[in-house]
Nanobody, 123 residues
Framework: QVQLRESGGGMVQAGGSLRLSCAAS????????MAWFRQAPGKEREFVAS????????YYADSVKGRFTISRDNTKNTVYLQMNSLKPEDTAAHYC????????????????WGQGTQVTVSS
């Protein structure tokens, strides 16, 4: 079992930045790909970014390319999402997810999920 805990959410004005963190605990972090998803009220949970265990392979949703950066520090069992140039449409609960194996953009591929952290961007 892997437990995931997100932090770093909050309220920011459009054009601002936030950095989300996701700390993993429980079983070894080794071999786990990580991802961020988000869900706005009344909408499906959607893919944002993912990163391989080694950190060398990353995927991004088109809507965040060039603005968001996913990274990880395996010595701290933590994955990050640096969000720059935030827009009101980025407002959503952001969730961290983990899976053993290659990183994926598919929600159902992930086994473990955090409780989420809210990001609110005002115009």
């Amino acid at each position: 079992q892997v437990q995931l805990r997100e932090s770093g959410g909050g309220m920011v004005q459009a054009g601002g930045s936030l950095r989300l963190s996701c700390a993993a605990s429980g079983r070894t972090f080794s071999g786990y790909a990580m991802a961020w998803f988000r869900q706005a009220p009344g909408k499906e949970r959607e893919f944002v970014a993912s990163i391989s265990w080694s950190g060398t392979i990353t995927y991004y949703a088109d809507s965040v390319k060039g603005r968001f950066t996913i990274s990880r520090d395996n010595t701290k069992n933590t994955v990050y999402l640096q969000m720059n140039s935030l827009k009101p449409e980025d407002t959503a609960a952001h969730y961290c997810a983990a899976r053993l194996g290659p990183n994926s953009m598919v929600r159902s591929a992930y086994t473990y999920w955090g409780q989420g952290t809210q990001v609110t961007v005002s115009s």
